[in-house]
Nanobody, 121 residues
């Protein structure tokens, strides 16, 4: 089992940047695909970005070119660098882990508590 703890959220103006971190414990993240998802109250959780065990990456169309997912296996941590933030990026961002590959949230096995990102206009 793997435990996930996110950090790095906060309040930022439109056009600004934030870097989210997801620190894992219990198991090494190299054994999992790691994903970032976000959710706004009243809406379904949506896929943001994911990193496969083999190094492949995928992004939601809405964040391509602005967000970058990466991981540091030595630190057992996954990052989400978010640039050119927009008010519509405001959400609770949560990282998740899965054995195998998917960008579908309900297929992920382990979840953190999330970190709030608020982008002001």
């Amino acid at each position: 089992q793997v435990q996930l703890v996110e950090s790095g959220g906060g309040l930022v103006q439109a056009g600004g940047s934030l870097r989210l971190s997801c620190a894992a414990s219990g198991r090494t993240i190299s054994s999992y695909s790691m994903g970032w998802f976000r959710q706004v109250p009243g809406k379904e959780r949506e896929f943001v970005a994911a990193f496969s065990r083999s190094g492949g990456k995928d992004y939601a169309d809405s964040v391509k070119g602005r967000f970058t997912i990466s991981r540091d296996n030595a630190k057992n941590t996954v990052y989400l660098q978010m640039n050119s933030l927009k008010p519509e990026d405001t959400a609770l961002y949560t990282c998740a882990a899965k054995r195998g590959w998917s960008i579908i949230s309900y297929e992920y096995d382990y979840w953190g508590q999330g970190t709030q990102v608020t982008v002001s206009s």
